[in-house]
């Protein structure tokens, strides 16, 4: 198969998540043998964040970004040797809206994979509470991946995937990809489709993608369906019945969990999710 990852971005805001996102950054670029970018921003001190441009901007100048670039220094001094060669590291420090910042920076040095790291018990420290995981992957050209700290991802025996109204091909690619490298097998899960409102049908676009993965890689699959319920809600639950070591996920109504306070507070699988979750646009997206 092509390979997928080169460049690894992993966004760094220097509070306690900082180094154990290292770490499991350094270790997946070693994996997937990928450069790995890593990217600070100073947030935008304007009073209008809504007329915030979003252009990253240089900020030397600045005595948070002289900090910022110092603290840099010794996160690259501390992690380069971990890298195993010729992979290389590459450190940025800009300022500006965070979501845009990281959108502009990825699209720039193309970036395959993006990670986002947060400690259990805690969504994500410092500036990563303005990060919208939904918003965010609509917007950037490269899959989000979302882990906690303590979570070990040498090893991925089960990969979820739920399948909405489309054959998310992309998506399917990603984990496809993930489960030929890991040797995973590949759950695919579905709600039926209602016929005239009233008789339920196999949803077609799981039986497409099933078709294709089965016509084009050697990969277990298992497929499931479920007669009603949250597709978020279903993704979770069963990930956690099958022990999956990851979830990968669209954007929108797969990705949002039923209840008033989850989608007030944008509050996504990515984010609740003890289990690492990919969430990756597709064309429809």
Not at 205 to 227: G, M, P, S
Not at 233 to 244: E, G, H, I, P, S
Not at 248 to 256: A, D, L, R, T
């Amino acid at each position: 198969m092509k390979k997928l990852f080169n460049n690894l971005l992993v966004p760094v805001d220097f509070s306690r998540n900082t180094e154990p996102a290292m770490r499991e950054a350094i270790e997946l670029a070693n994996q997937f043998e990928c450069n790995i970018h890593v990217l600070y921003v100073e947030p935008s001190k304007s009073i209008l964040p809504f007329f915030d441009d979003g252009v990253p901007r240089s900020g030397k100048n600045d005595r948070a970004a002289a900090q910022a670039e110092n603290k840099m220094m010794e996160l690259r001094k501390q992690f380069r040797f971990d890298l195993q060669p010729p992979l290389s590291m590459h450190t940025a420090v800009q300022s500006g809206n965070v979501e845009s910042a990281i959108v502009f920076y990825s699209i720039k040095n193309q970036i395959d994979l993006v990670i986002f790291s947060k400690v259990r018990k805690s969504f994500f420290n410092g500036w990563f509470r303005d990060v919208n995981i939904n918003r965010l992957s609509k917007k950037i050209r490269c899959p989000l991946l979302t882990v906690q700290t303590e979570v070990n991802l040498d090893r991925v025996t089960n990969i979820v995937l739920p399948v909405g109204e489309f054959l998310p091909v992309r998506k399917l690619m990603f984990a496809t990809y993930l489960a030929k490298k890991y040797k995973s097998k590949l759950h695919l899960i579905a709600t039926v489709q209602q016929v005239h409102g009233h008789e339920s049908a196999p949803n077609i676009h799981l039986v497409k993608a099933y078709k294709l993965i089965r016509d084009n890689i050697e990969v277990q699959v298992e497929c499931r369906t479920f007669a009603e319920g949250n597709i978020a809600d279903l993704t979770l639950q069963y990930a956690k019945n099958v022990n999956a070591d990851l979830i990968v996920v669209n954007p929108g109504q797969e990705s949002v969990l039923s209840g008033f306070t989850n989608r007030l507070f944008s509050r996504f699988i990515a984010t609740r999710s003890r289990i690492p979750v990919m969430t990756i646009a597709s064309v429809k997206n």
